[in-house]
């Protein structure tokens, strides 16, 4: 699994690059914690999903994977995490094999 590069936010007013640390531009300290949260949004609702999992619950893990692939279609764990679940169905979370592997005995 490859890692996502976390999304540049800049500053509306100034257009220099905000830290990420402090949720404000470093130029004109406008406070930038809302465009954070948008930008960051898929990452959230996967961070959410995992923690629905963890409860059992798997129709909000969906709803929440979907909705971090619609706020950033380039979340890939969010895509195969919600791949995973598709092939297992309602039963549950599955291990999924890759081509070649064998069962152990």
Do not use: Q, W
């Not at 999304?7 to 465009?35: F, Y």
């Not at 995992?50 to 619950?57: I, M, R, S, V």
Request: hydrophobic share 40%; net charge negative.
């Amino acid at each position: 699994m490859s890692a996502v590069a976390d999304p540049e936010v800049l500053c509306p007013l100034c257009k220099v690059a905000a830290d990420p640390r402090s949720l404000c531009c470093p130029s004109c300290r406008e406070d930038l914690s809302a465009l954070f949260r948008l930008r960051y949004a898929g990452r959230i609702d996967y961070n959410r999903a995992l923690e629905a999992l963890a409860a059992g619950d798997e129709a909000t893990a969906r709803f929440r994977l979907r909705g971090a692939l619609e706020a950033e279609p380039g979340l890939h764990p969010a895509r195969e995490l919600l791949e995973s679940l598709s092939v297992a169905g309602p039963a549950g979370l599955v291990r999924v094999g890759r081509e070649g592997d064998t069962p152990s005995e």
